[in-house]
């Protein structure tokens, strides 16, 4: 049984999860096909833009529990199977390691695991009456799938503390306000690859080392020469010539 599927049309991936009868909730089988997904996409010059989504009810329940007690198990590992990540962390961190934007549509719910791969993209469009929830805490576990990773930057300290040591469900309102979200709309999929779509229109290379440089921590010097250094290596291309004539001749550019 097929858990997630993935078109490409016109630079943008859409990939959807595909488990709707169980809400998404993640399995070792979903952990394996999202994975496979994400270095599938990895390896496709023609994407541009990546928009992630669940099928049904909601995006992601998360860990699914029943299926997770028998053998699940297994997957939680020091080994480190996919750079810095382990197979379970990949489902989450692979997206923002990807070199393309990842942009999440979440509707229904987003609890545990689920929200945590959510977090993995750059952006994060929510329905209003999506439900979230860090719920780790709640089956007496912690977040492992590099929530505390990705969470940090976009949501206050206080406040990451405070849902993951409550467990608390919150409606997406209130996660755009706490940094969970980016923002809300009716038609979360739709907004997600319109923009996508928006994306794709960019200059692959620049959008790309745009990707790169927000993913940059540290000391300002390493920012300010990885800028530089990107820049260098933009001015000038046949990619950043055709943006210039297109925009100064008013027509949409051919990359």
């Known amino acids: 049984m097929t858990r997630v599927t993935m078109t490409v049309e016109d630079g943008v991936a859409d990939v959807r999860l595909s488990r709707a009868d169980k809400l998404n909730a993640l399995d070792a089988a979903m952990f394996a096909e999202i994975a496979a997904t994400i270095d599938r996409i990895a390896a496709l010059a023609e994407v541009r833009a990546v928009v992630v989504s669940g099928e049904g009810r909601g995006f992601c329940a998360g860990l699914d529990m029943a299926a997770m007690a028998g053998g699940g198990s297994g997957l939680l590992t020091t080994e480190r199977t996919h750079g810095p990540a382990n197979l379970v962390q990949h489902v989450a961190w692979g997206w923002r390691a990807l070199p393309q934007p990842v942009i999440a549509a979440l509707h229904g719910v987003a609890l545990g695991g689920g929200l945590q ?26 977040p492992d799938m590099a929530g505390y990773a990705l969470w940090r930057g976009t949501v206050r300290d206080d406040h990451l503390r405070e849902a993951i040591y409550t467990a608390r469900e919150f409606a997406a309102p209130e996660a755009e306000r706490l940094g969970f979200v980016t923002r809300l709309a009716d038609e979360p999929l739709a907004e997600a690859l319109a923009l996508a779509r928006t994306i794709a229109g960019r200059s692959p290379a620049a959008i790309r080392a745009a990707k790169r440089l927000a993913a940059i921590e540290g000391d300002v010097a390493v920012v300010l020469a990885a ?23 008013k027509r949409v550019p051919q990359f």
Do not use: C, F, K
């Open 227 to 249: 800028e530089t250094a990107e820049q260098q290596r933009l001015l000038g291309t046949a990619e950043q010539i055709e943006q210039v004539r297109a925009n100064m001749e």
């Open 117 to 142: 791969m959510a977090a993995g993209a750059d952006i994060r469009i929510a329905h209003p009456e999506t439900r979230l929830s860090v719920r780790e805490l709640y089956w007496g576990i912690v």
